[in-house]
């Protein structure tokens, strides 16, 4: 497996024993996928941005109280090449890619451009974990059939995770068209907590939690936060979750449940303007944090 070196790898980890792939529990893949995008492009330079802005992310997790690379190593491929691959060959190179890190052992970070990617990561992940949940933290359900006649639109992508059957739990979703909140309505595989009930509701995070299985494969789409805090997306929506109320949810699920493997995607940089990447780069590690505290 190709990867990279201190120099362009996440984080900037200096020890190769740390950020080899043969001897690093945490894999970060990039896919740089980006053909459906609808409204603002250049979700594509997303996952490359993500990795520069972690090379300024400290190392020390104050919460944590460690420095959580060193609990188990963090390796970071060199990204997925999608020359001429679009739609379903595009989503098999990544199952593909996924699957050879769960063979190896791995737990599987994908940074994404468009939302396209996660069902290929998530097909992966449902063969090797058959009663896996998805936890969703977007603000568009992604629930259409199609999207401009292509079924493999980011705008469908947990529609075909659905077909699937795979559980699907929604946090923070604020926009979304008529088709979608029907499939919701009748769907008893798909649970959506709604920003305006998250906002209202005191207990949204014991009830989400709730809707959740014991093995959870998280997808961030970074719009599910609110644009103050992460403006560069593709696709903005105001009233969006903000960072504690988040990573303080983030980190239950890890505690309460066994999380198998997560990505995040569609985040459209802007020269000039790092706030986006870091802040994404920012959840990455903490995350990984989280997983490494375990229960």
């Not at 923070?172 to 595989?189: H, T």
């Not at 709730?210 to 105001?238: C, H, M, N, R």
Request: aromatic content about 10%; proline content about 4%.
């Amino acid at each position: 497996m190709k990867y990279y070196n201190s120099k362009k790898n996440f984080l900037a980890i200096p020890e190769k024993e740390l950020f080899s792939y043969e001897d690093s529990k945490y894999v970060i893949q990039s896919a740089p996928y980006e053909y459906t995008s609808s409204y603002l492009a250049g979700s594509y330079k997303g996952p490359a941005a993500m990795i520069k802005a972690s090379q300024f992310v400290e190392l020390f997790d104050e919460e944590l109280d460690q420095e959580s690379y060193r609990k188990g190593g963090i390796c970071t491929l060199e990204p997925m090449d999608f020359d001429g691959l679009v739609n379903l060959q595009a989503i098999k190179l990544i199952e593909k890619k996924t699957a050879k890190l769960l063979k190896d052992g791995k737990f599987p970070i994908t940074l994404g451009a468009e939302h396209t990617i996660s069902l290929g990561t998530i097909m992966a992940v449902k063969k090797y974990v058959p009663n896996v949940h998805v936890l969703q933290i977007d603000a568009h359900s992604d629930l259409r059939n199609e999207y401009n006649n292509n079924p493999f639109s980011h705008a469908s992508v947990m529609a075909r995770v659905h077909d699937i059957e795979v559980p699907l739990t929604q946090v923070g979703i604020r926009a979304q068209c008529i088709e979608e909140a029907e499939l919701i309505k009748k769907s008893d595989n798909i649970h959506t907590f709604y920003a305006h009930q998250v906002r209202n509701n005191a207990n949204w995070a014991d009830e989400a939690l709730k809707t959740l299985g014991d093995q959870v494969y998280i997808s961030v789409d970074a719009d599910g936060f609110d644009p103050s805090i992460v403006p560069a997306v593709g696709t903005a929506e105001p009233n969006g979750l903000l960072w504690n109320e988040t990573v303080n949810f983030l980190r239950r699920v890890f505690a309460e449940k066994q999380v198998v493997g997560f990505d995040v995607v569609e985040i459209a940089p802007v020269k000039g303007n790092i706030l986006t990447e870091y802040t994404m780069a920012k959840l990455i590690y903490k995350m990984i944090g989280y997983h490494t505290i375990g229960k």
